[in-house]
């Protein structure tokens, strides 16, 4: 969703700008602009398209030049993708960029129009411009204060005034923004990326603080004025992990991260040879007692959840229902204050999985969210908080967070399980060291990459395709169908090998291939029937299986071996030939890999 920049310093802003704006891509956009003071006056450069466009822009109409503006990448929400429509919004006065949305800008701007207010755009952030104009009448941080009274929804904002040409005025409510300070001037941003290259101090920007930045120094205060001293927090990310470091793709990066990114994200949760949550405040004696765990998360993350309800409710024998988050924000779930309710995000801004945290602790109910981004809102609001280290992830589709999730989800099982006595403290021992061998056993898949490259090749003129499998298979697969979906825009489905033959089996012909993923022992004959069922339909078949089981070679047309390991392990094997099957098939099909068509990163509006 939309990137917000700002900077104010010693340096040519231009290039900090564009340099931030093109960190945080990855959000997704589909216009950008900047707004910079040159000689006490705003000057405005935006378009729609990519930062190459705004950069081709400035070349031809003239590079703007000073030491204070703002930034940003628009994804569009109210009002297509135009130069327009482009941030920044204002008038030669008033400038900003805004990311997330105003519920109640139509009235606001029937109020406007009544004052003689005219608009351009068809932005609800044009409304929060031209509110500001309203009540402005020479301090700043009081006319932000009027107009965040006013306005319903959320925001983040990044705001320049002509009359003070060496201040960036920021404020934010439910869409994140953050701070940065360095010695040579200050910034604003949406994400710790976007300044990692000039500095890793930054302070979180809490609900409706105001945030004035000039070169020396940052000033935070809240609604009434009163000055807030606040803590300033380090960056562990460094600005190498940002950056694509010789792969071609971050996607590619990123996969081949997922070994290091598990090892660190679960060495600290592992002591003594048996899983500790306890660091994140969840002690064994809480965990055993909640009623029933709802899950609840958007995209991949949700798929993160599946695998972990198999995983608990087979090794733990709890109920576990996973949502989507917007569907359980409004289905009134039936959640009690015995239950447990897990948030998983990798960005921990995501609108609809915040609004079901909001919703799990007004009922009473423990909220816990697994989260890679620090500080964000989602860590932040929930009771409990584990957080997976994959470090930034930059590519739109997400390959190593995923796998980071399922290992929280592997420890919460292998702990609940334990602690409910279901398993011994040997088979936990166990179990905890076959998810520490993970990582070694997943470099040595990474180099099933030509295979995989091999298999894309073989679906790249696919208009369709079917990824089948049973029980954990198929909560994996729903993984890898979407990541194929999402980056190579083939359609495809998953579905439960054994439903196929109610219905779906119709589809079958020679054009549909079929992804099957059989790495369950107790349920691999049963695959292997659904395989041989689609095969003799036409259907080409690459299955995803596990050492001994591949001797039935005639069964599939092309396969992936994995090592073996136990049953419940699997699937943190075989997401590495699903997410290299959809990536080398995007890369064939010559698709934009890290910035998929239409899809937002970080989806901060509903
Ligand atoms: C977007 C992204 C997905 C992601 C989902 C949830 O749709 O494109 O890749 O899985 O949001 O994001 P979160 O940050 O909450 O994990």
Redesign the pocket.
């Known amino acids: 969703m939309c990137g917000i920049v700002g900077y104010v310093g010693r340096e040519d802003c231009v290039d900090i700008l564009v340099d931030g704006l093109q960190k945080l891509e990855y959000r997704g956009y589909d216009s950008a602009g900047i707004a910079v003071i040159q000689n006490n006056q705003i000057v405005v450069k935006k378009t729609k398209g990519r930062l190459s466009d705004l950069t081709e822009k400035m070349k031809e109409e003239g590079r703007p030049k000073g030491f204070c503006g703002i930034g940003h990448t628009r994804w569009a929400t109210h009002g297509e993708p135009s130069d327009i429509n482009s941030h920044p919004h204002g008038n030669k006065r008033i400038s900003i960029v805004h990311n997330g949305i105003i519920e109640n800008y139509r009235e606001i701007k029937e109020f406007l129009i009544a004052q003689g207010y005219g608009f351009e755009s068809e932005t609800d952030t044009e409304t929060v411009a031209k509110l500001l104009d309203y009540y402005y009448e020479g301090d700043p941080v009081q006319t932000i204060i009027n107009v965040i009274k006013e306005v319903r929804g959320a925001y983040a904002l990044g705001i320049v005034f002509r009359d003070f040409p060496d201040k960036v005025f920021a404020v934010r409510k439910d869409s994140p923004l953050i701070v940065g300070t360095s010695e040579n001037g200050n910034f604003i941003a949406s994400d710790v990326p976007a300044i990692l290259k000039y500095t890793r101090d930054y302070y979180l920007l809490e609900q409706n603080e105001i945030a004035t930045l000039s070169a020396d120094g940052v000033k935070f205060c809240d609604m009434y004025k009163n000055e807030i001293k606040k803590e300033i927090q380090t960056a562990d990310w460094d600005l190498d992990a940002a950056e694509k470091g010789g792969y071609e793709h971050f996607m590619l990066k990123e996969i081949n991260e997922q070994p290091t990114a598990i090892r660190t994200t679960i060495s600290p949760r592992i002591v003594d040879g048996m899983p500790y949550l306890e660091e994140s405040g969840m002690t064994k004696e809480m965990l055993k007692n909640y009623r029933r765990i709802f899950i609840v998360?958007?995209?991949?993350?949700m798929h993160a959840g599946l695998v972990g309800k198999y995983v608990i409710e087979k090794m733990a024998r709890v109920e576990v229902t996973v949502d989507i988050a917007s569907e359980f924000r409004y289905r009134d779930p039936l959640i009690q204050k015995e239950d447990l309710v897990i948030l998983?995000?990798?960005?921990g801004?995501?609108a609809d999985?915040l609004a079901a945290l909001k919703l799990a602790k007004e009922r009473g109910a423990t909220t816990m969210s697994v989260v890679n981004v620090k500080g964000s809102s989602i860590a932040r609001e929930s009771d409990i908080v584990v957080y997976t280290h994959a470090g930034p992830e930059i590519s739109?589709?997400?390959t190593k967070?995923y796998a980071v999730q399922l290992s929280i989800m592997y420890l919460l099982a292998f702990e609940l399980a334990y602690a409910k006595g279901v398993i011994s403290e040997e088979e936990c021992r166990r179990l905890t060291k076959e998810l520490e061998n993970i990582p070694e056993k997943i470099e040595e898949i990474l180099v099933l990459k030509e295979r995989c490259q091999f298999i894309a090749s073989r679906l790249v003129s696919s208009e369709s395709l079917l990824y089948i499998g049973r029980g954990l298979d198929y909560a994996l697969s729903m993984e890898g169908s979407l990541k194929l979906k999402e980056i190579s825009y083939i359609h495809s489905e998953s579905y439960a090998a054994g439903e196929l033959k109610h219905g779906t089996i119709s589809l079958i012909t020679e054009d549909m291939p079929v992804i099957a993923v059989a790495t369950q022992s107790d349920l691999f004959e049963k695959t292997l029937s659904n395989i041989k069922e689609v095969k003799a339909r036409g259907a080409k078949v690459t299955m995803i299986c596990r050492e001994g089981t591949e001797d039935d070679k005639s069964v599939a047309n092309h396969l992936v071996v994995l090592p073996n390991m136990d049953d419940v392990m699997m699937p943190m094997l075989a997401l590495v030939p699903m997410q290299y099957i959809a990536y080398y098939t995007a890369v064939l099909k010559g698709c934009d890999v890290d910035k998929p068509r239409n899809?937002?990163?970080?989806?901060t509006v509903e």
Do not use: D, H, P
């Open positions: 998360a958007c995209g991949t993350a998983i995000s990798q960005s801004e995501t999985t739109v589709a997400s967070a899809l937002a990163k970080s989806v």
